[in-house]
């Protein structure tokens, strides 16, 4: 299989000594020799058998581990065999209990870890290394969640450098002060930030009773407010109120990372107040104010994400207002119609009479003006008062400011001039030159009650925008700081551009981007125009595009027999083996800990934790089928889950592994990859709850990324009904920053996973975003001024980019670009700020203008390489079938008191991608197996049949009833060793 590949070569690095049970194949993936290692110990053991095994055993011990095995280390049977046959020594592998047995000389020994170093290019850990080491263990405390976490850093670190990975204490003891270093920091931090009396203050008032009897101000403030409504949002109202009061928008904890608040806070979360009281007062200090800034933090954005909810609840309730209007219109009409034919027939009136009645009768019905979507909305908010006073009443509570100049905060300032004058009508000398013309009807309205109520309704409105589009701004909010305050500051991106473009590969000069693609727009144009006369690509006389649709393939009754065969070698499979075997090939639950577990009971209730939040069991319902476990011990998993990071590197480690198996090449190269949402069905107790569309009932969204392999890269809850582009692209940047691992170039996903401006970002970020467009037909191609185009392209070409806008925006488009590679903003965040709520500031017009050049590069592609549209289509279908096997993973609902919180809800998505990743992961080793073994066996399964069968079908596995995790079959592999031996495991 090759060199082990991203996290795999972890697999058994820090162990004491390699696992008895250690397969053939992982003796030779994790224990090879290359031939000059073989010779090196073919010279340094005198060419004698038994010295030479020894030293081998020595090399690869630490060529695996990065630890020089102890005399009393066992040595695994496949081992021993396979060195044997490497070295040609020994016709039978010896049965050896452990490396003592070889050695009748200590000083042999000795001398055979010197020389193993050598041959292996490892170094001794001495006083440099531990001071470098020392430095590293500094900076990534700021973000590590546990001492634990740290000392596996360290031992990956000290292995990557290829450095002898010390004794266990030594090691961890300087982990330890690496941790409480930063911990002393936080303290000083919390301390400079709060002063004396108002933490001596926050320590006791957090455990007294709330205004809710028998609930603490800290649970209060724990809790989660539940679904979406009015109640609701005065409740969310109340706490950040209650949280500025105390004076927690106005603490600086800057020194301490934003990783790190978040660590300390979790703390709190995941604890009963009772047993956080009993903390050391330092402690418990650092804890609950990292707490309450987080918690400040969240349900800031949250109050935010419930007022632009309610205010596009609003404007929807305009929109059924239309149809009743139109129909009220048609009705009149009909009327009218219907007078005109009884003039008409109204003898008793001369013609002239008739025809003059007539035409003025028409005149009315011609002058009445048709029915505005946007008139009626406009009416429909005004019009609607209260609900419009109690939204603005609700964001009170947050400290909205805004840019300087923007028309937006002067529409905020007038609304606090309103309500500190106590108006109950619009003064007659407001000033309505921040009002919008099309709102200036309403606005004007000789009554003043109505005109008031009418401004308040075009201010919501505009507050909406300016908080989506970056105008506005909530300092004390995790998402909707300030450009400034998110971005590289603006000092530090003038005086150092240069050289972040140049370290991140950004191209400086606009021109210089620009001129590659108008090349590739000269080309394509070109072959659109002979698609057309081929036939291919038909433009009708409305400039309505055509194309023929792929027909799909027919059953091949070899593809069908081959799916069954393999599935009746496979036979039946329980969730408990599958999951056991995962681990034991990619250690996910050491991940998951952040250290091996300690017992058997710790890594069936982990596995339980996963199946509470993978699946639509909880608690209590895994605790059922998992016999000798209590729910106490799966709720605690489950909030160990929620670590940040983990469950991500855990599916990391878990796709590293199936991407390792030869039969992965043959479906995909690793470059291109899917993304797509699939809804969960929840309860309207859920905020983040919307109706499905299909199914018309409650439901979450989980987008995820799908490598043309099939496997999961990447996953992250959204909000249904809401555009797409932003997770698209920031799955794919965020898979693509990792170490040892082929990166995606092309992401096909629908059309609700698009926008030009997501088109930008994408291929600034190097990749390219390709949308399988719902409206093809009405698709316009967008180019340059000056660009010939060829005069059967005409009716669908619109010469109309702005190749200025782009050059005006292009250092704005940079510093966005370096401020998501540099990690201070998120690609979601970076597209929020600039999708159409900033229509006109100068970086979102430079993103939509290129991202329009760059659309019609890709449709000129797609419309006439039949190959390419057919690669998109299957990208797409693999994201589908994944999507099949989700269901099956997850087919009931959220419970209704899970996913309130936002951290709970990742868990969730995170952990059902770990279920499924584990699934195609064992799929994919036993397809290959059964593959050779049918293939050996004489029977013909071509390459191409091989490509059509996907690792993603679920029927021959059990996934629910009594689970039984014999955990005694890879205890030596996933158990922390206790004395040299692992402990032993329950059965």
Excluded at 163 to 179: C, H, T
Excluded at 300 to 310: I, L, M, W
Excluded at 348 to 362: D, F, G, N, W, Y
């Amino acid at each position: 299989m090759g060199e082990p590949v991203s996290r795999l070569r972890y697999r058994y690095v820090g162990r004491a000594s390699l696992p008895r049970e250690m397969s053939a194949e992982d003796a030779r993936q994790y224990c090879s020799l290359t031939k000059q290692q073989i010779q090196q110990i073919r010279d340094a053991s005198g060419r004698q058998e038994k010295n030479a095994l020894a030293l081998a055993v020595q090399v690869v011990s630490l060529i695996s581990t990065g630890k020089q095995p102890e005399r009393k280390a066992a040595l695994p049977p496949a081992l021993l065999k396979y060195l044997c046959q490497e070295l040609n020594v020994y016709r039978v592998a010896p049965s050896i209990a452990a490396l003592k047995t070889i050695y009748d000389s200590e000083h042999i020994l000795r001398r055979h870890r010197e020389v193993a170093r050598n041959i292996a290019g490892f170094e001794a850990f001495d006083d440099a290394t531990e001071a470098e080491l020392r430095k590293t263990l500094a900076l990534r405390a700021t973000d590590a969640s546990s001492v634990d976490e740290l000392y596996t850093l360290a031992e990956q670190w000290l292995y990557d450098r290829q450095r002898v990975i010390p004794g266990e204490r030594a090691l961890r003891d300087i982990a330890r002060e690496a941790f409480k270093d930063v911990e002393a920091l936080a303290l000083r931090t919390v301390r400079a930030a709060v002063s004396p009396s108002r933490l001596k203050m926050i320590l006791k008032v957090m455990f007294e009773e709330s205004l809710k009897p028998k609930v603490t101000i800290l649970e209060w403030l724990r809790q989660s407010v539940g679904k979406h409504n009015v109640k609701n949002m005065n409740k969310v109202s109340a706490r950040i109120e209650y949280l500025r009061e105390l004076g927690v928008d106005s603490w600086d904890l800057s020194a301490i990372s934003i990783n790190r608040v978040r660590g300390f806070a979790l703390n709190i979360v995941h604890r009963p107040p009772s047993e956080s009281a009993r903390r050391v007062e330092d402690t418990l200090a650092v804890e609950l104010v990292c707490f309450l800034k987080y918690v400040l933090a969240e349900l800031s954005d949250e109050q935010v994400y419930r007022f632009n909810r309610r205010t596009g609840d609003l404007v929807r309730s305009g929109r059924k207002n239309v149809q009743k209007k139109q129909a009220a219109q048609s009705t009149a009409f009909r009327e009218s119609m219907q007078a005109m034919r009884v003039v008409a027939g109204d003898t008793s009136q001369t013609p002239s009479q008739r025809l003059k009645a007539i035409t003025e009768m028409m005149d009315e019905m011609l002058g009445t003006p048709s029915v505005s979507t946007a008139e009626v909305v406009r009416e429909s908010i005004a019009g609607n008062g209260s609900r419009v006073n109690t939204l603005l009443k609700d964001i009170e509570c947050l400290a909205i400011n805004g840019d300087a100049d923007s028309k937006d905060l002067k529409i905020v300032h007038a609304l606090q001039q309103l309500k500190e004058s106590g108006a109950k009508e619009l003064p007659a000398d407001f000033d309505t030159s921040i009002v919008d013309p099309s709102w200036m009807p309403y606005v004007t309205d000789t009554d003043r009650v109505r005109a008031l109520d009418a401004f308040k309704g075009y201010a919501t409105t505009q507050i909406r925008h300016g908080l989506i589009g970056g105008r506005l701004h909530v300092s004390h909010s995790s998402n909707y700081r300030s450009h400034d305050e998110m971005l590289i500051p603006l000092a530090e991106w003038e005086a150092s551009k240069d050289t972040i473009c140049e370290s991140l590969g950004l191209p400086r000069d606009a021109h210089e981007f620009l001129a590659p693609h108008y090349e590739l727009l000269k080309e394509g144009l070109p072959k659109m125009e002979t698609e057309i006369q081929r036939g291919i690509v038909e433009i009708d006389d409305k400039g309505s595009v055509r194309i023929d649709k792929f027909r799909a393939l027919e059953d091949d009754p070899d593809l069908v027999s081959s799916k069954q065969t393999m599935s009746n070698i496979i036979g039946s499979v329980e969730l408990p083996d599958l999951m056991l075997e995962i681990d034991s090939k990619t250690k996910f639950s050491t991940i998951l800990l952040g250290r091996e577990a300690n017992s058997a009971d710790e890594l069936i209730s982990l596995y339980g934790g996963l199946l509470a939040h993978g699946t639509d069991v909880d608690a209590k319902g895994a605790a059922a089928m998992i016999p000798g476990i209590r729910p106490s011990d799966i709720s605690s998993a489950m909030r160990l889950l929620e670590t940040p990071g983990r469950l991500r590197a855990a599916n990391d480690a878990i796709v590293a592994f199936q991407q390792s198996h030869a039969i992965v090449k043959l479906w995909s190269d690793g470059k291109k990859a899917s993304a797509d949402m699939m809804s969960l069905d929840a309860t309207k107790h859920l905020a983040q709850a919307r109706q499905e569309p299909r199914r018309k009932s409650p439901a979450v969204g989980l987008y995820t990324h799908v490598l043309g392999s099939y496997a999961i890269i990447h996953d992250m809850p959204i909000v249904l009904m809401t555009r797409q582009n932003g997770p698209a692209v920031e799955g794919v940047e965020r898979y693509n920053t990792g170490e040892d691992r082929i990166k995606v170039e092309l992401l096909a996903v629908d059309t609700h996973g698009y926008t030009y401006p997501a088109m930008s970002v994408a291929k600034l970020l190097r990749f390219d975003l390709c949308p399988q467009l719902a409206g093809l037909p009405d698709c316009k191609l967008w180019v340059p001024r000056g660009i010939e185009i060829p005069e059967s392209l005409e009716k669908v070409v619109l010469p109309t980019i702005s190749e200025k806008a782009i050059v005006e925006a292009w250092d704005g488009i940079l510093r966005l670009i370096a401020s998501i590679k540099l990690g201070k903003v998120s690609v979601s965040w970076a597209l929020a700020r600039n999708g159409s709520a900033a229509r006109g500031a100068v970086v979102q017009r430079g993103l939509d203008q290129l991202g329009r050049l760059l659309r019609t590069i890709f449709l000129c592609d797609y419309m006439t390489n039949p190959d390419f549209r057919r690669e998109l289509h299957t990208l797409l279908n693999r994201g589908e079938s994944v999507h099949q096997l989700q269901r099956a993973i997850h087919f009931g609902r959220l419970a209704p008191d899970r996913g309130r919180r936002s951290d709970e809800l990742k868990t969730i998505s995170g952990a059902h991608a770990l279920m499924t990743n584990m699934v195609i992961a064992f799929n994919t080793a036993h397809e290959e197996e059964v593959i050779a073994k049918l293939r050996a066996d004489g029977l013909p399964i071509s390459d191409d049949l091989v490509r059509h069968i996907g690792p993603v079908w679920f029927g021959n596995i059990n996934m629910r009833g009594t689970m039984s995790f014999r955990v005694e079959r890879y205890a030596d592999i996933l158990l922390k060793p206790r004395g040299g031996a692992a402990k032993t495991a329950r059965k």
